[in-house]
Each structure stands twice: as C-alpha cells, then as structure tokens.
C-alpha cells in the first residue's frame, strides 16, 4: 500500500495535568483505529485533532470515505457489547477509570461518508501554553506514524 495521509491539527503545547498515561494511551488508541480504518478506505486519510475546551480535552478523529459498522456504533451505549476492535475495548475500558465520554457517528456530506470518533476528557486541568497551532500533514506507514507519535511523547515527558 501507499501508505495513509494524516492531517494533524493540535494546539502547540497543551498541559494536561490528570491521569497522564491513560490520556496518552486514548490518544494513541484513537489515532491507532483511525489509521487501521483509514488503511482499507478509498481516500487513505484521517484528520485528528486534539484541542482544549476549558477543563475538557477533546480528541476528534475524522477517517474519510469509510463507515463505522454497527457493532462498533452501539459499542458504547451497550452495557456488555463487545467488539472485534481493540482499539475501542482500549478506550472504553480506560474511560471506565477517568470522566469522560464517547461520540461515534459516520457523517454524511455531499456523496461521502465519514467516521467521526470524538473522546472528550472532563476533569484534565488542561492549560494551553502557547496558543499557535501546530498542523502538519504526516505521511507515512502505520507503524512509522504511531513511533513517530510514541517517540515525540517520549521526549515531552
């Protein structure tokens, strides 16, 4: 394959002060499905983005041309569903531990559909050091991308 496209818009530096490794670990999961999902859609892409809402951190992700199922759309409302994703069983399992909450939609625009997962985080103490944006768009393998995004975590902590 070609690889995935990831349009990634986040403020520059945001302090969150809260469980630190479950926040990271949403993250990653996120990013983590979005690109799996991204890798078998007809556009190859993802927007991710991550921004502070006062006390909330919100993580939104974006894969374009591609269609949650319904199993994975009613994974959260459901009190003892399952999923074949692991990604999700990730997420839902961490914001067991600390206040959040789950929105998962496949949006219609135009002729194209896309699957909108957005994690808001309550509760974070979240503080926006700088306010420039920082957008870069990554391409690159799976893999190369989640190491690039481990690595770049690593040398903030």
């Known amino acids: 394959g070609s690889g995935v496209i990831v ?13 630190g490794e479950s926040i990271q670990q949403i993250i990653h999961s996120v990013l983590s499905m979005s690109l799996d999902k991204a890798e ?49 069983a990730i997420i839902k399992e961490l914001l067991d531990d600390i206040s959040g909450s789950v929105s998962m939609k496949n949006a219609f625009e135009n002729s194209d559909a896309n699957a909108v997962l957005e994690v808001s985080l309550n509760d974070c103490m979240v503080e926006a050091v700088t ?27």
């Not at 349009?7 to 469980?19: Q, T």
């Not at 591609?66 to 074949?84: A, I, M, P």
């Not at 957008?135 to 690039?148: A, D, F, N, P, Y």
């Open 131 to 157: 306010t420039r944006e920082l957008t870069s768009v990554v391409k690159g393998k799976k893999h190369e991308i989640l190491k690039r995004f481990r690595d770049a975590a690593q040398a903030q902590a």
């Open 40 to 88: 078998t859609s007809e556009a190859k892409k993802v927007n991710f983005n991550i921004k502070a809402l006062g006390n909330i951190l919100v993580i939104k992700s974006t894969v374009n041309a591609h269609c949650f199922n319904s199993d994975e759309l009613e994974y959260f409302s459901s009190k003892n569903g399952t999923v074949s994703n692991v990604n999700l």
């Open 7 to 19: 349009d990634l818009k986040c403020e520059d530096n945001i302090a969150v002060e809260g469980s």
